[in-house]
């Protein structure tokens, strides 16, 4: 699987739009971007994934450069329930040795602050 | 519905004893995974299993470490003989059957956070 980069911590006003980035220069052509949080003392989440096009769900939407080697998680409106870790992790959709285990880096610590 | 759950919520052990953790997926999930967060740590996979596949353990630290997947629902994750390094938030996760891609989403459990003391 792909290697992610991602800034250990980020923060954000309330009601503004938090925008996460996630570098994967060296994805592959059958990989795509996946994205979960993990709220404290929580199992991690998932939000949003990915292969070419944007996405846009209830709770994020992810932008995906035109060359795939990076991509953003945007929440439109963060609240304070947004603070959490934010892991990008990049896979293929199944098969391989690995399939079945995500890798978890060591993600965004974002901060929504009043 | 019910999501993935795990207990105890939480366990306390003492050095040497052994303890069983216990996973129910979300009904109809075909995949059930184990992980692993010490404090301050990412997730470490331990084991996953995939239907009435033979389980990929290569997650899994030592062979003091065991899982077993009954009935293809619930799961057991078994340590024998705790060491304190086996403190940690031990995660369960679930993920359905479909489309390909849709099988890395996978939806995990509060866990069970493990002190060996």
């Known amino acids: 699987d792909a290697k992610t980069t991602q800034p250990p911590s980020m923060d954000c006003a309330e009601g503004r739009a938090a925008n996460l980035p996630c570098n994967h220069s060296?994805?592959?052509?059958?990989?795509?971007v996946y994205w979960y949080r993990q709220i404290h003392s929580q199992g991690p989440q998932y939000i949003i994934h990915?292969?070419?096009n944007n996405e846009t769900n209830e709770m994020a939407s992810l932008i995906i450069t035109e060359d795939r080697k990076s991509s953003t998680l945007i929440l439109p409106h963060a609240t304070l329930r947004d603070t959490a870790v934010y892991y990008c992790?990049?896979?293929?959709?199944?098969?391989?040795?690995?399939?079945?285990?995500?890798?978890f880096g060591q993600g965004t610590i974002l901060t929504v602050h009043p | 519905g019910a999501g993935v759950s795990q207990s105890p919520s939480n366990k306390v052990t003492e050095k040497g004893k052994d303890v069983e953790l216990r996973c129910d997926p979300i009904?109809?999930?075909?995949?059930l995974y184990w992980y692993r967060q010490s404090l301050g740590q990412g997730l470490e996979f331990l084991i996953y299993?995939?239907?009435?596949?033979?389980?990929?353990k290569s997650g899994l630290p030592s062979d003091r470490f065991s899982a077993e997947r009954t009935g293809g629902s619930v799961s057991t994750l078994t340590i024998q003989r705790t060491q304190q390094e086996d403190s940690a938030v031990y995660l369960c996760?679930?993920?359905?059957?479909?489309?390909?891609?849709?099988?890395?989403?996978?939806?995990f459990g509060a866990g069970t956070r493990l002190s060996v003391l």
């Open positions: 009904s109809g999930h075909t995949a």
């Open positions: 996760a679930s993920s359905p059957a479909g489309l390909k891609e849709t099988k890395n989403i996978q939806y």
């Open positions: 299993f995939q239907g009435n596949s033979a389980p990929d």
């Open positions: 992790i990049v896979r293929v959709a199944a098969g391989g040795t690995s399939y079945g285990k995500l890798t």
């Open positions: 990915g292969l070419k």
């Open positions: 060296t994805i592959s052509g059958n990989e795509y």
